[in-house]
């Protein structure tokens, strides 16, 4: 475990050197910092990334203040955000705190978000509204006589040119968690859940009052080619350089899991 945290910061370190050598300063602004949670108890920091496994997350960290019966973990009272600190609360929280995120593959987690908010529609009817014109009259500019179905083709049309870092479900890693300007401790991976949320609960002391719930992939893994085949290579090759950031800090690589679909020539 500890050598692959060594390779994956490796790998991290690594692109930042390389793309954002000027940008690692700590001279984020407070509101970059609002999906960072905080427990001072067990002085760690969790960057929140929609879609992966963060609604177990959030269960860990409503244990970790004795809130065992919240029904909607999504709500932003229960938590403690990095930002609502004073600046010097955040500089010592850094710099003193066990700062830890889990990232996914990018078009995995793209697959995900589309299925839960558009497909299952757990989401507000209002976002589902506004989110879908958006995603029809965006997809209508290149193809005006397409019906007003939102489908995974039209969801990537749009993420792909105007909308990957509009929204926290699909907003980029790089984005939403800042990791060229913050040293994180513990990279963790999806696809490694249960064996690095164990170990990281261990490491922090969490155990003691936290275990990582169980969670579905609800089979994301296996619909990837089929859903992936439908879409243009072209706007494929948009979408990997949208998400670019991620895929190279992270050592995701592209295609990476799109290997046989970009195989597949038409």
């Known amino acids: 475990m500890e050598q692959r945290q060594r390779q ?10 390389r793309y954002a050598s000027n940008n690692t300063k700590l001279d984020i602004g407070r509101k ?18 929609p879609k992966v496994a963060c609604s177990q997350w959030n269960r860990v960290f409503l244990a970790l203040d004795n809130r065992t019966n919240v029904k909607n973990t ?8 990095l930002s609502l600190y004073s600046e010097e609360g955040i500089k010592l ?11 996914r593959d990018p078009f995995e987690r793209l697959l995900s978000a589309f299925e839960n908010k558009f497909v299952a529609k757990r ?17 209508k500019r290149v193809h005006p006589n397409s019906d007003d179905n939102v489908t995974f083709t039209k969801f990537i049309y749009s993420v792909a040119s105007v909308g990957f870092n509009k929204e926290s479900h699909w907003k980029t890693y790089y984005k939403l968690c800042h990791p060229c300007d913050i040293h994180y401790d513990f990279i963790g991976r999806f696809d490694h ?21 169980e969670f579905l992939t609800h089979n994301t893994t296996n619909k990837m080619f089929g859903n992936y085949a439908q879409i ?9 350089e949208a998400f670019r950031q991620d895929l190279e800090m992270f050592g995701y690589g592209f295609p990476g899991s799109l290997s046989d679909v970009m195989r597949d020539e038409n």
């Open 8 to 17: 994956r910061q490796q790998q991290c370190k690594k692109y930042c050197e």
């Open 32 to 49: 970059d910092l609002r999906y960072i949670i905080v427990n001072d108890k067990y002085k760690v920091l969790y960057c929140f990334i």
């Open 74 to 81: 999504h709500l932003p009272g229960y938590y403690k955000f």
């Open 93 to 103: 929280r850094l710099r003193a705190y066990f700062k830890f995120l889990f990232v």
């Open 123 to 139: 989401w507000k009817a209002g976002l589902v509204r506004h989110y879908s014109k958006e995603i029809v009259d965006n997809f």
């Open 193 to 213: 859940m249960p064996e690095e949320a164990a170990y990281l609960l261990r490491q922090t002391g969490m155990d003691q009052v936290a275990t990582f719930p």
């Open 232 to 240: 243009p290579k072209a706007k494929i090759f948009e979408l990997a």
